[in-house]
């Protein structure tokens, strides 16, 4: 048993001190953290992580140059939905939970991921798969084991709300058929404890709550709508996340929705577009994320008030003033698009212009995307940076972005977890 304990150890020292080493040499280099820009730095990477920042280039079995290029660390997307394809209207949603079978939505899932890593996001967080049961699980096994190529995908499953409040509502057709729904639907405490606790046993990293719904405008400007839960169900859900070592994510658009997720213990606000000052007075003294998607508001707001919802257009006409009040107030800004709301096509790192354009720094915006994404991950260290020990996910671009924010849109080598995916 010795010599069988001590074969294996030998052969898995020798399996560690076989893996090739890659060393980069960058033209620039973003350290995300410290937002300084230093010049001419080696990346020496082994296996999946970074060594050191500045090895010699004799110590490497390979050279990868681009000394010519700006490197940073791979970017992390907080919200996005790689099994839909974009839902202006409630007809866009329907056709795709409808008409198209989930495998099929699996199969165009494949090259959304892929397109996300092309992208330069070398992490996501994929908060709901819109009825297509447990299907982002796989993908994610899929990803991991190398099959498909795609971003790290930290996934949420089934988001979950209360019966008759989310798409595909049974009034919008015969009464007399059973259709799939866009999300699980409780009623009750013990039925959100079983939620929570079947989607962790299927695989969920997070679980994700729709905490309100029915927005309006009031004659002085601030937002309302109506909360999904009731106080025991929302805190039978936060209890069983927390308790099972879970982070909770909520999509919230005003105070209804905000403060009762914040109460039940959500980690990020999603959306958030219609919160008012006591939500960010109490999201900055709880460090409670903000992921606000910006980008998707503006995508669909026109279509939806040409069919006669208006609410996205006001949202986005206050939604500038709300930003630059809440970065005044200190909420923790997390990027997250939203995208798979929005087409796949289109550029995922659009809100960083928004974020730019409403005060933040090219460094600051960057950084959301980077250690503070990290952060509400609970991921600081492993991504968002490039150091020792980090894991070895790098993107590069012609341009520098710390000048212009919209090189972003525009990434031209990725390499994650080691391996090169786009150069």
């Known amino acids: 048993m010795r010599n069988l304990i001590l074969g294996m150890s030998l052969f898995f020292s020798a399996t560690i001190s076989a893996q090739k080493t890659i060393l980069i040499k960058c033209g620039k280099l973003l350290d995300a953290k410290t937002g300084i820009v230093a010049e001419k730095q080696n990346i020496l990477i082994k296996g999946n992580q970074v060594v050191s920042i500045g090895g010699s280039v004799s110590t490497a079995d390979s050279i990868i140059d681009l000394s010519s290029y700006f490197v940073m660390p791979g970017m992390i997307d907080c919200h996005t939905h790689v099994l839909l394809q974009g839902d202006i209207t409630s007809e866009d949603y329907d056709v795709q939970v409808l008409k198209e079978s989930i495998p099929y939505r699996t199969i165009r899932a494949t090259k959304s991921a892929e397109k996300s890593l092309m992208n330069g996001f070398t992490t996501i967080r994929d908060l709901g798969t819109?009825?297509?049961?447990?299907?982002?699980?796989?993908?994610?096994?899929?990803?991991?084991?190398?099959?498909?190529?795609?971003?790290?995908?930290?996934?949420?499953?089934?988001?979950?709300?209360?019966?008759?409040?989310?798409?595909?509502?049974?009034?919008?057709?015969?009464?007399?058929?059973?259709?799939?729904?866009?999300?699980?639907?409780?009623?009750?405490?013990?039925?959100?404890?079983?939620?929570?606790?079947?989607?962790?046993?299927?695989?969920?990293?997070?679980?994700?709550?729709?905490?309100?719904?029915?927005?309006?405008?009031?004659a002085d400007g601030s937002f309302r709508s109506i909360p999904n839960f009731t106080t025991e169900e929302i805190k039978a859900i936060g209890d069983e996340t927390i308790v099972s070592r879970k982070k909770l994510?909520?999509?919230?658009?005003?105070?209804?929705?905000?403060?009762?997720?914040?109460?039940?213990?959500?980690?990020?606000?999603?959306?958030?577009?219609?919160?008012?000052?006591?939500?960010m007075r109490v999201m900055a003294e709880k460090g409670i994320y903000w992921c606000p998607t910006l980008f998707v508001n503006e995508f669909v707001a026109e279509g939806r008030a040409k069919l006669g919802s208006p609410i996205n257009l006001y949202f986005q006409q206050s939604i500038q003033a709300t930003f630059k009040k809440a970065m005044k107030m200190g909420v923790k800004l997390a990027y997250g698009t939203d995208i798979g709301g929005y087409d796949w096509n289109l550029a995922q790192a659009k809100d960083f212009t928004y974020f730019v354009e409403w005060g933040l720094s090219p460094v600051q915006a960057i950084q959301t995307a980077t250690t503070t994404a990290a952060e509400l991950l609970g991921m600081q260290g492993k991504i968002g940076e490039i150091k020792e020990g980090s894991f070895a996910d790098i993107i590069a671009l012609k341009k520098d972005p710390t000048k212009d924010i919209s090189a972003l849109q525009n990434v031209d080598f990725v390499m994650k977890d080691g391996k090169v995916y786009k150069h």
């Not at 795609?150 to 007399?176: C, F, Q």
């Not at 209804?256 to 219609?274: F, K, P, T, V």
């Open 130 to 218: 819109e009825g297509a049961g447990f299907a982002d699980v796989d993908l994610k096994k899929a990803i991991n084991k190398g099959v498909i190529s795609g971003p790290r995908l930290i996934v949420s499953t089934l988001a979950m709300n209360t019966t008759g409040h989310y798409p595909l509502k049974a009034s919008d057709y015969a009464w007399e058929l059973h259709f799939p729904k866009g999300v699980i639907e409780i009623t009750g405490a013990d039925e959100a404890r079983r939620a929570v606790r079947q989607q962790i046993e299927q695989g969920a990293d997070w679980i994700k709550i729709y905490a309100d719904r029915g927005y309006y405008r009031l």
């Open 249 to 279: 994510a909520a999509h919230a658009m005003t105070r209804d929705g905000i403060l009762a997720a914040i109460n039940a213990g959500a980690s990020s606000i999603e959306h958030g577009s219609g919160m008012d000052e006591e939500c």
